[in-house]
Structures are given as structure tokens and as C-alpha cells.
């Protein structure tokens, strides 16, 4: 009787810092999503200005050349923007999905501890 509840004791504690773990990974997680998130934005701002620059360029020079120019920079910007934010979203993405599964093992622990907990108690009973 005193290996089994030993052992429930055990099993408990190895729960406990499998929970730990996890939350750990969930908040590092959480903090990778606003770095994501920022950046995201950051990204928008600068394409923003960047456009606004190709703009007023456009405007300022008015002859064929200058406006082939700023086209050209306007179609790499374009492509530039495209795949950053492919690239970002493909990380929220995956972010989300480690999250999920993060959230699946904490509940799954969950129920480990609530049955190690009910088979301590049964234990004390007897």
C-alpha cells in the first residue's frame, strides 16, 4: 500500500512538471505570437511609407523613364510585401497549431491528474 501511493505520488509530481513544461511552451508561445503580431505591423507601416516615397517620386520626376522607374518599384514592393506577409502568416499559422496542441496536452494531463488523484484517494480508503 505505502510503493502504491509512493508510486501515485511519483506519477503526480512527474504530471505536475510535465504541466509546468507545457505552460512554459504555451507562454513562450503566446510571446512569439505578439513578436509575429508587431512585426506584422511594423511591416504594414514601412510598405505604407515605402509606397507613399515611390508616390511622390513618380510625381517629382513626370517624364516616361521616372514613371517606368517607379512602376518597377512599385511591382518589387509589391512582390516584396507579398512574401513577408505569406511568410507571417504561414508562422501565425503554425503558432496556432502549436498552441492547439500545447492546449490538447494540458488537458490530457489534466485527466491524468484528476485519475492519479482519484486513485490516491481510493487508496487512503483502504
Known sequence: MVNNVENEMN??????????QIENQLDETAQTKRI?????ETYQELFYEG????????????DAEGNYL????HW???????AIFYQLEDEKERLH??????????????YEKKKVLI???????R
Open 11 to 20: 506519477k503526480w509530481d512527474e504530471l505536475s512538471l510535465k504541466e509546468r
Open 119 to 125: 486513485e490516491m484517494e481510493d487508496e487512503d480508503e
Open 36 to 40: 509575429v503580431q508587431r512585426m506584422e
Open 76 to 82: 518589387q514592393t509589391k512582390q516584396k510585401q507579398q
Open 70 to 73: 517607379a512602376e518597377e518599384l
Open 97 to 110: 497549431k502549436e498552441s492547439r496542441q500545447l492546449e490538447d496536452e494540458k488537458d490530457h494531463l489534466y
Open 51 to 62: 509606397n507613399q516615397l515611390i508616390q511622390r517620386f513618380e510625381t517629382f520626376v513626370g
